[in-house]
């Protein structure tokens, strides 16, 4: 038993991040962790394992494409499926080792096992009881479940089961085109397996740009993924070695199965709070079972904060990191900041999408006024020289004050380019801040310029 200033529940993005910043401003800082490895979700499960994949898919999706255009001659490579595994294994452990050793050099105590709250100032793992000032729960979210879909992560699985297959499917149903279901169907795609994704919405990624919407699936269906769309899945079926999806298509209710080897449920994630012991606490919840908290990430119980995919808005890793960062603060006593108006969206599919702030239909419904720059890749010798000249950035800024509202980019390196749009939205930038910035020739960046430019007196390449 040990007392402490903070201790952090979860070492995911939103805990580790937490705890390391709570070290740095002077806390007695513990985190809990029963996985075995730090670095939760995202480095075990999620955003590294996946990127890992989607890289190396990637390479090999340029080795059959764009190599032999590029003068680069020899047979495309073959796909060794579990060197590429291990590849992917390698990656998450020298990520989370990353994590052990930020953990050693800034004195933090890995309090090993699952973690309750047996009453506030109290935090106990397997016997022990520990005390802290602070408690900051950052326990994540799991995959939501379907009715009628049972995931065994055999046939029916989740991204957890995706990242782990024992071999590739020749077929693969998808279901939800949002983030995971994209990202993952390319990463089979490109391995050669027929995807199909059934979407119940009429457009992919909900709550995206429609102009980005359209043009990305556009894109995903020449690279050869279908879509089913307006579709509601109602139950799978595990057969020997197959699985049976059932769908009715909401335009006419008709009820029609497709099969596949593996089906991959991606229709969102919930927040995982199991066995914390809040509800005895009395630690008020949504009704979507997010963790309440106030403008300073504090729970209704004095001493207790929640940061994360536990609690409201996007379940990004980076949106957990900043909160982390501010709960910190505020136990230390300082004021933590997030601005929730400039958190950025990226999906690393090849061309990425990325966005942040506004959309063109969020502000028609806010009823304001703005104007749109847009500059396509085709205009950008640098997208240009490395055979991916596909796509836009579009920014949107106030039609009177020219003020940066949002951008939307579909593009190579879209998840990089996007960052120095936030930046300036954080510095409530004019899109004419943006279009006076020089900008190093040639850069897949110039295309943000032109676009800002676009707002002006016009780009110079289109
Ligand atoms: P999502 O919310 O992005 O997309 C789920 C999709 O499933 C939606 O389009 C929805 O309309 C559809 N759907 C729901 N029920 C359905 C049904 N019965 N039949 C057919 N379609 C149905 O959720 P996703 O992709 O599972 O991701 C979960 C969370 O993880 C998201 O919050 C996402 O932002 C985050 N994430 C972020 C990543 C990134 O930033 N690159 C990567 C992976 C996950």
Same mark, same amino acid.
């Given at each position: 038993?040990?007392?402490?200033?903070?201790?952090?529940?979860?070492?995911?993005?939103?805990?580790?991040?937490?705890?390391?910043?709570?070290?740095?401003?002077?806390?007695?800082?513990?985190?809990?962790?029963?996985?075995?490895?730090?670095?939760?979700?995202?480095?075990?499960?999620?955003?590294?394992?996946?990127?890992?994949?989607?890289?190396?898919?990637?390479?090999?999706?340029?080795?059959?494409?764009?190599?032999?255009?590029?003068?680069?001659?020899?047979?495309?490579?073959?796909?060794?499926?579990?060197?590429?595994?291990?590849?992917?294994?390698?990656?998450?452990?020298?990520?989370?080792?990353?994590?052990?050793?930020?953990?050693?050099?800034?004195?933090?105590?890995?309090?090993?096992?699952?973690?309750?709250?047996?009453?506030?100032?109290? #935090?106990?793992? &397997?016997?022990?009881?520990? %005390?802290?000032?602070?408690?900051?729960? +950052?326990? $994540?979210? =799991?995959? *939501?479940?379907?009715?009628?879909?049972?995931?065994?992560?055999?046939?029916?699985?989740?991204?957890?089961?995706?990242?782990?297959?024992?071999?590739?499917?020749?077929?693969?149903?998808?279901?939800?085109?949002?983030?995971?279901?994209?990202?993952?169907?390319?990463?089979?795609?490109?391995?050669?397996?027929?995807?199909?994704?059934?979407?119940?919405?009429?457009?992919?990624?909900?709550?995206?740009?429609?102009?980005?919407?359209?043009?990305?699936?556009?894109?995903?269906?020449?690279?050869?993924?279908?879509?089913?769309?307006?579709?509601?899945?109602?139950?799978?079926?595990?057969?020997?070695?197959?699985?049976?999806?059932?769908?009715?298509?909401?335009?006419?209710?008709?009820?029609?199965?497709?099969?596949?080897?593996?089906?991959? #449920?991606?229709? &969102?994630?919930?927040?995982? %709070?199991?066995?914390?012991?809040?509800? +005895?606490? $009395?630690? =008020?919840? *949504?009704?979507?079972?997010?963790?309440?908290?106030?403008?300073?990430?504090?729970?209704?119980?004095?001493?207790?904060?929640?940061?994360?995919?536990?609690?409201?808005?996007?379940?990004?890793?980076?949106?957990?990191?900043?909160?982390?960062?501010?709960?910190?603060?505020?136990?230390?006593?300082?004021?933590?900041?997030?601005?929730?108006?400039?958190?950025?969206?990226?999906?690393?599919?090849?061309?990425?999408?990325?966005?942040?702030?506004?959309?063109?239909?969020?502000?028609?419904?806010?009823?304001?006024?703005?104007?749109?720059?847009?500059?396509?890749?085709?205009?950008?010798?640098?997208?240009?020289?490395?055979?991916?000249?596909?796509?836009?950035?579009?920014?949107?800024?106030?039609?009177?004050?020219?003020?940066?509202?949002?951008?939307?980019?579909?593009?190579?390196?879209?998840?990089?380019?996007?960052?120095?749009?936030?930046?300036?939205? =954080?510095?409530?930038?004019?899109?004419?801040?943006?279009?006076?910035?020089?900008?190093?020739?040639?850069?897949?960046?110039?295309?943000?310029?032109?676009?800002?430019?676009?707002?002006?007196?016009?780009?110079?390449?289109?």
């Amino acid at each position: 038993m040990a007392n402490y200033d903070v201790i952090v529940i979860g070492s995911g993005p939103g805990g580790y991040v937490c705890a390391i910043r709570c070290a740095q401003l002077g806390l007695k800082t513990a985190c809990v962790e029963g996985r075995d490895t730090l670095g939760g979700t995202c480095l075990n499960i999620g955003c590294i394992p996946s990127k890992a994949l989607l890289h190396s898919t990637h390479m090999l999706h340029e080795a059959e494409h764009n190599f032999a255009k590029m003068g680069l001659k020899s047979s495309a490579p073959k796909v060794d499926w579990k060197q590429m595994m291990a590849f992917k294994q390698e990656t998450i452990d020298g990520n989370t080792k990353g994590i052990e050793f930020l953990f050693k050099k800034n004195k933090i105590d890995w309090l090993k096992g699952w973690g309750s709250i047996p009453a506030a100032g109290q #935090v106990k793992v &397997g016997d022990e009881v520990h %005390t802290a000032k602070n408690i900051i729960i +950052a326990s $994540g979210s =799991e995959p *939501s479940s379907l009715p009628g879909v049972e995931v065994d992560e055999k046939t029916v699985i989740t991204s957890t089961g995706a990242l782990d297959l024992p071999k590739i499917p020749k077929k693969m149903v998808v279901i939800g085109a949002g983030v995971i279901g994209l990202e993952l169907g390319s990463v089979y795609k490109r391995l050669g397996a027929e995807v199909t994704v059934i979407e119940y919405l009429n457009a992919i990624t909900p709550g995206m740009d429609a102009e980005i919407q359209k043009t990305f699936q556009r894109t995903l269906k020449k690279q050869g993924m279908t879509f089913i769309m307006g579709a509601a899945v109602q139950k799978t079926e595990a057969l020997k070695t197959k699985a049976k999806v059932t769908y009715k298509l909401r335009k006419d209710d008709s009820e029609h199965e497709i099969e596949a080897d593996v089906v991959l #449920v991606a229709t &969102g994630r919930k927040p995982y %709070t199991d066995g914390l012991g809040l509800e +005895a606490l $009395g630690v =008020e919840m *949504s009704p979507r079972g997010q963790i309440k908290v106030g403008r300073d990430w504090q729970t209704n119980v004095p001493g207790i904060y929640a940061i994360g995919d536990c609690i409201d808005g996007p379940m990004l890793a980076h949106k957990a990191e900043d909160e982390g960062m501010a709960a910190a603060e505020q136990c230390a006593g300082k004021h933590g900041h997030v601005n929730y108006g400039v958190i950025p969206g990226v999906i690393y599919t090849a061309p990425e999408v990325a966005n942040v702030g506004e959309t063109e239909e969020s502000l028609k419904e806010q009823g304001r006024a703005y104007k749109v720059g847009k500059f396509n890749f085709m205009g950008n010798g640098r997208a240009k020289a490395m055979l991916a000249a596909e796509g836009f950035v579009k920014i949107l800024a106030d039609a009177e004050t020219d003020r940066i509202l949002g951008a939307h980019i579909l593009g190579p390196n879209a998840g990089d380019l996007i960052h120095e749009i936030c930046v300036a939205m =954080e510095f409530g930038a004019s899109a004419e801040d943006l279009a006076l910035t020089c900008h190093a020739h040639p850069t897949l960046s110039e295309a943000v310029r032109e676009a800002a430019l676009a707002l002006g007196d016009g780009p110079i390449h289109s």
